[in-house]
């Protein structure tokens, strides 16, 4: 429901928007390269469809502001025609990945069509006569499909027709246009029978009219628009055109049946007639409007046509035909052989009225404008029957609206007939059709219009379109009457408006609605359209509106896009204005608009906005407020109007006690239930709001337990009010008086009583707002009432330590609490803590005890001198993070171990302070930085991100680390930088270890951009060292080397695997092949072997295949790892055996490895590996005694 500012942020870069559009245009257009011989740039003959698509999305970023390319369109459309003129008959063939430079050309037009309206965009076509025939005939060729599978394409054909069109309104006879003499007749199969003597471009344009008139796409349109063009030229009046295709029409339709039918051919043929009647209703066709309506009311009446009566787009060519009869037909009136014309009236009018409450928007719409039309057009003639169609409109508003005192209730009406009716309304508006003395009920039903809201039975609104028509209705009704008649509008004859706005005027009350729907209304569109309205009203008239310039300037167009900003700042600064607009807003936010608001975001901000506003008055004014909420508590409402009202409490609470603090200990005067008034102060009558619980607020235990009563939105409302009362502490110096601590201490078991039934809910909104509420109350709770409290909570966590869950609520409230319990308490709190921080418990009881652990960590400073914390709860609490930072839990969610590792590196960074770094007791030690130094290289983006931001918080002399905030954690420089660090000489060994275990993890197993940035960062770091020497690569061999040892002997695979990867990877880059005789290859070769022995790890045993067959490059390892990969032909997992062949394949060239299916039976495989190891061997005994003859000379020579 919330817009973005997308619409201000495109205003301010439309400029450059045009201009890329200019870019894009001069690509399609013109060649880069090729040039006349005159030096004239050439047009291209084929487009990039890239270039293409860059410049049709460049347009369509202007459909929602679609006048900003008005400044351009005089000179982008005609160098898009001209170019298409040029082109027009060139080459078609295909080639892939382009198109042709006319589909292209058409490709944009359309899309400008379809942004900015295609009858401004064919306002620039050229109107050449001399055209016509030429882009008939490329129309004609394009139609027919080509051997070379060049057919035009649909945007082609549709531009070729709205331009053949154009044409039309050539004031030549085409028999003077056309290049032959008349042609044959028009086919009969489309049942026409057309005059003798036509020229034969019209029969041309007839033909292919009738052939897209039937297709389904924008062509049926424009193929309509163009043969009413045709029929009404003078020349083909003449000849009797036009009444021949009206007949045509009619005989189709009366012979026409369900069974048979095309819908599209009808819709065409009715959009033909539509068109028709529209143009010929300057007069000179008055003789065509019997045989139309006649057809009209055929396909209304006739039961064999019911087909057609339910498609929306035909409905809504008849109104429009009925329209263009009926004001036809009134000029008409005169002849003799006209049909009556008042009698066609009557039954247009109640056929629209009908249609008003139409299901499809369109049809309504339609409407709308018809009745708009015709009531205009009756004011001039029949006024007193205008204003009767007015008078039926406002009447009909009134059906159904039933009054509940002052309070309106639209909840029987029909929300499309009202949309309809009020649409129309606004049309007549418009065109200011209705007298002025009926504007006290047009206004009447233009302020119901706009706070009209029905929900639909799966909950979704179905009024946003009535009160988008009643900003409409506004807009016009300013714009059209003038102030005088306005202001003398008695106000107080308009039911609905509101008792306080009875003495106000017209432009007021309607500013006042209108300010209230731009703050308020859930639609962003609605909101944008009062406040337009809001503009047109001040602007118009002038000095009648409070405020009115500042008014305009503060409920911005802009301003009010996003929903939370205009319902919080906007409505605020709004409010501040004027008493008026504080009133108009507090009932709007009061109302469905704010607190019973469908959506839940919307009842917090409507709760804040509401809170905010009674910021503005009194101590007294907000009291009332509060009273407000509460007797609507008492009501029967639901659950989500419960909800917001709640949290409206809450936040009223929180600023009563700010107005509270103002008045300090003076007493006040504030009205009873009786006539009298009593004198309290503040603090003490606000300390009665605890009552609320057990009597406004009568929470049952179904209400947080029972799915179907939505039991967050109740336990998230409770939390919240429980947080504010706690939060009213009675300043010092303020005493009251002893009965109150009675009810205080009823309504704080109640509110104790609930919060604990909230403690079992696990939804993430929940569990965020569970440690304020859960402090505050403990906090604000007497003592004793205090630890009876806390210790419940206890005993609840502990009774579900054996099932492997907690109540995740009771450990963040645990957690929350420690500020304020004794030593003895907060050990026990933490040892609960640390022993769900442990794999046996699962994965979200983990995350939710890590996160509980960090609030016990921000406020432990006061157990700092007791001996116990050092020596008992810090290592309990070290051993806890180390689990987490370490937790690697995979499951069928994935990597859920995540979770607990970003919670435990949270925790990490609340465990030690950065005001206080060396604090004896500080659970942040050289292994939890290990750990953290760890993850801020892991394989994870989110990880590491929280993992390089601790460190960042952390760092200093003690625990000095890479700069991890001064590169996006994915990026080349990140992983350059740590391993710069990690190489640098002086470098701790334990931390140089920890940053290349977390950066092997990245490098083998994080994402694409990560394995690919972080493997260029270790290729030109190893490049820059020396091959022997301190820091040199051997010694980065040497101590690789020492970690894989480590990994084989000690770590699970999850460790040993990245590394393997690491090594298979640096040998395909050549990199370790350069330390040649200076490194122990022997020992990284049975390190390799012992890796994967007897293991059934496919991943790590693929990977130990990838190290052999770079170890193969190595001259002293390549004879046993040729030997090794030889003997992995016969390995049980087949995946393994062709693994092997490949790599076997890629060392040796042998090309007799690659017939055979290594997939086979080890059995089939035996005999080849058998002979395949005897010719190794005969190869090696070979190469053996050509080193020797090398070594010692010819055979038989003496050694000696």
Known sequence: MDAGDTDAL???????????????????????????????????????????????????????????????????????????????????????????SAAAISRVLYVLCKARGERVIVGFFNNEPRWLEPLLSAFEEGTNPRPDGGEMPWEERYILLLWLSHLMLA????????????????????????PAGLPQVSLRAVTQCMKYMQTATKERDAAAKLLARLALRPDMRKLGVPNALVQWAATYFAILSGGLSNIHQSLGILC???????????????????????????????????????????????????????????????????????????????????????????????ASKALGAITLHLGTEDAQMATEVIQAILDTLSEDVLWEGPKRNLAAVDPLRWHGLTLTLAQLLHKRAPKPEQIPDIVNALILALTFEQRSSTGSSVGSNVRDAANYGIWALSRRYTSAELLVVDTSTIRATNPAQKLLSIPQVLAIELVAAACCDPVGNIRRGSSGALQELIGRHPDTVAEGITLVQTVDFQGVGLRSRAMTDVSLAAAKLDSMYWDG?????????????????????????????????????????????????????????????????????????????????????????????????????????????GQEVDISPNDLLWSTR????????????????????????????????????????????????CLPRQEKEILQAIPEAAYRFIEFVPRQFRQNC???????????????????????????????????????????????????????????????????????????????????????????????LDDYTVNERGDVGSLVRLAAIETASSSKSKENPHEKWAVYNRTIHQ???????????????????????????????????????????????????????????????????????????????????????????LEELAVDGRGSLVDFGQSFVGHLDECVRFHPDRKL???????????????????????????????????????????????????????????????????????????????????????????????????????????????????????????????LRGVEELRYGTPGKSRS
Not at 1103 to 1127: C, M
Request: charged letters at 25%; a neutral charge.
């Open 10 to 100: 495109f205003l301010r870069a439309f400029p450059a928007l045009l201009a890329d559009l200019r870019e894009h245009l001069e690509k399609i257009l013109w060649s880069q390269q090729a040039r006349d011989r005159d030096g004239t740039r050439r047009h291209q003959s084929r487009v990039d469809a890239r270039d293409l698509s860059r410049m049709t999305a460049s347009i369509e970023r202007f459909q929602e502001e679609p006048q900003l390319l008005d400044t351009t369109l005089r000179d982008v459309v005609p160098e898009l025609v001209s170019a298409f003129l040029v082109v027009l008959n060139k080459n078609r063939k295909q080639k892939p990945g382009f198109v042709s």
């Open 171 to 194: 004031p030549f006879d085409l028999s003077s246009i056309s290049s032959q003499d008349p042609s044959l007749p028009l086919p009969s199969s489309h049942g026409l029978h057309l």
């Open 272 to 366: 033909f007639l539509s068109k028709l009647a529209k143009s010929a209703s300057k007069g000179e066709n008055d003789t065509l409007i019997p045989s139309i309506y006649k057809t009209c009311q055929s396909i209304i009446g006739d039961s064999r046509l019911e087909f057609l009566r339910s498609s929306a787009v035909a409905r809504s060519s008849l109104i429009k035909t009925f329209r263009s009869i009926v004001l036809l037909s009134r000029r008409a009136a005169m002849a003799e052989d006209a049909p009556d014309a008042t009698t066609i009236m009557e039954e247009v009018i109640q056929h629209l009225l009908e249609a008003l409450a139409d299901s499809d928007t369109p049809v309504r719409n339609a």
């Open 585 to 693: 807003l507090a009932s709007a936010l009061l109302g469905w608009r704010g607190i019973a608001a469908a959506e839940t975001s919307s009842r917090i901000s409507a709760s804040k906005a509401f809170a905010s506003l009674g910021s503005l008055r009194s101590f007294l004014t907000m009291h009332a407020m509060v009273s407000d909420l509460l007797l609507s508590l008492k009501e029967k409402n639901s659950i989500e109007e419960r909800h917001g009202l709640m949290l409206a409490l809450a936040e009223c609470i929180i600023e009563c006690k700010k107005l509270a603090a103002m008045c300090g200990d003076k007493h006040i005067s504030i009205p009873s239930g009786s006539s009298e008034e009593c004198l309290v102060v503040p603090f003490q009558f606000m300390y009665g709001y605890w009552n609320v619980f």
């Open 710 to 757: 939505k039991p967050e939105l109740t336990a998230a409302a409770i939390m919240s009010l429980v947080s504010a009362l706690s939060k009213v502490e009675m300043p010092d110096g303020i005493q009251f008086k002893a009965p109150a601590l009675n009810e205080i201490s009823t309504g704080m078991q109640r509110a104790w009583g609930d919060l604990d039934l």
């Open 790 to 884: 806390v210790q419940h909570w206890i005993n609840l966590v502990q009774a579900d330590a054996g099932s492997g869950r907690s109540p995740y609520g009771g450990l963040l409230a645990l957690g929350a609490v420690t500020p304020v319990v004794t030593f003895d308490v907060f050990e026990t709190i933490v040892k609960e803590l640390c022993i769900r921080c442990y794999p046996t418990y699962e994965i979200d009881s983990r995350v939710v005890a890590l996160q509980s652990l960090s609030l016990v960590l921000r406020h432990s400073d006061r157990y700092a001198d007791i001996e116990s914390m050092q020596q008992e709860v810090v290592p309990t609490i070290r051993r806890a993070l180390l689990t987490g």
């Open 931 to 1021: 750990a953290i130094a760890r993850l801020a290289l892991e394989k994870l983006d989110k990880v590491r991100i929280a993992a390089s931001r601790c460190l960042a918080d952390k760092s200093n002399n003690e625990y000095k680390v890479f700069d991890t905030l001064q590169h996006v954690v994915s990026s080349y420089e990140y992983f350059r930088s740590a391993l710069a660090f990690a190489f640098e000489y002086g470098t701790v060994y334990w931390l140089k270890e920890v940053i290349l275990e977390g950066y092997y993890s990245a490098a083998a197993m994080g994402t694409e951009t990560t394995v690919q940035a972080s493997r260029k960062a270790l290729v030109d770091a």
């Open 1057 to 1183: 695997v990245p590394v393997l990867e690491v090594l298979a990877f640096l040998l395909d880059m050549q990199i370790l092949q350069k330390m040649g005789k200076a490194f122990s290859w022997r020992n990284l070769h049975s390190l390799v072997q012992k890796s994967h022995y007897k293991s059934s790890n496919l991943q790590k045993i693929a990977t130990a295949i990838d190290v052999y067959r770079g170890l193969a490059d190595v001259p002293s390892e390549r004879a046993a790892a040729i030997k090794k990969l030889q003997t992995m032909l016969l390995h049980q997992y087949p995946k393994i055996r062709v693994a092997a062949a490949e790599a076997l394949f890629m060392v040796t060239e042998n090309e007799q490895l690659k017939p055979i299916d290594w997939s086979a039976p080890t059995k089939d495989l035996k005999v080849v590996v058998g002979q395949m190891e005897n010719r190794g061997a005969a190869l090696r005994r070979k190469a």
